[in-house]
């Protein structure tokens, strides 16, 4: 029972290119959040995405968007890829904001 | 700025060696703290919220405290098994949709 999956879990990509990483939460959460993990296991919020509001990390480059099919999805769509975007992305899941739930994580190589 | 120092960066115990993690924060009005434990290539995993000073939190051996300005993590007779990096988190009233801000984590490696 799976409660919050990733995937894939390893993307290697080119520079330039526009990938997608896809999550899902069967916990009945109400939002949804993606994290970047840098190479000093730094970890970082980018957004938080209820049915509600969206709210975006100011630091984030718009090339990184996330959309949400319906309450249980919350994928993130990256365009124009740079050799920066290299890390380890979660996804991660809560009830009214309280303690949040992680995935396994999406390394993503750019080349 | 909401902050989180934890310390040290890495902890070397021998097995049944007890010891502590510190996380130090700054706020601006605490919602709560959380622990995490994350082992290479995973995911975080969830241990515990503490809400209000001078709450305490228990699981097998490891036991969290908090005070007004940091948090403890105390490990009493650690197994190889605890090794792994614990991650301490903070979200404030004014973070919006309960956005975390973590630490950088303290290592942990338990030898036999």
């Known amino acids: 029972d799976t409660a919050v999956s990733q995937t894939p879990k390893y993307l290697v990509t080119q520079m330039g290119n526009d990938k997608s990483i896809k999550c899902e939460q069967n916990?009945?959460?109400?939002?949804m959040y993606w994290y970047k993990q840098d190479s000093k296991k730094f970890l970082k919020i980018m957004f938080s995405?209820?049915?509600?509001?969206?709210?975006i990390n100011e630091t984030v480059p718009n090339r990184f968007s996330p959309k949400s099919p319906d309450k249980a999805h919350l994928n993130l769509h990256i365009n124009s890829l740079e050799l920066g975007d290299s890390a380890v992305y979660f996804c991660?899941?809560?009830?009214?904001?309280?303690?949040?739930?992680f995935g396994p994580g999406t390394r993503l190589t750019v080349t | 700025e909401d902050q989180v120092t934890q310390s040290p960066e890495a902890l070397r115990l021998q097995e049944g060696e007890s010891s502590s993690l510190n996380c130090s924060y700054t706020?601006?009005?605490?919602?709560?703290l959380f622990w995490y434990r994350q082992d290479p290539g995973k995911g975080p995993e969830f241990l515990f919220t503490?809400?209000?000073a001078g709450e305490e939190k228990e699981k097998e051996r490891l036991k969290a405290t908090l005070t007004k300005k940091e948090s403890f993590l105390h490990i009493t007779a650690p197994k190889p098994e605890d090794s792994a990096t614990y991650l301490c988190?903070?979200?404030?009233?004014?973070?919006?949709?309960?956005?975390?801000?973590f630490g950088k984590g303290t290592k942990l490696s338990v030898k036999p």
């Open positions: 991660a899941s809560s009830l009214f904001g309280y303690e949040q739930y």
């Open positions: 916990l009945g959460h109400d939002t």
């Open positions: 995405y209820n049915n509600k509001e969206l709210i």
């Open positions: 706020v601006s009005g605490l919602r709560g």
């Open positions: 503490l809400y209000s």
């Open positions: 988190a903070v979200q404030s009233y004014g973070g919006s949709q309960g956005n975390l801000i």
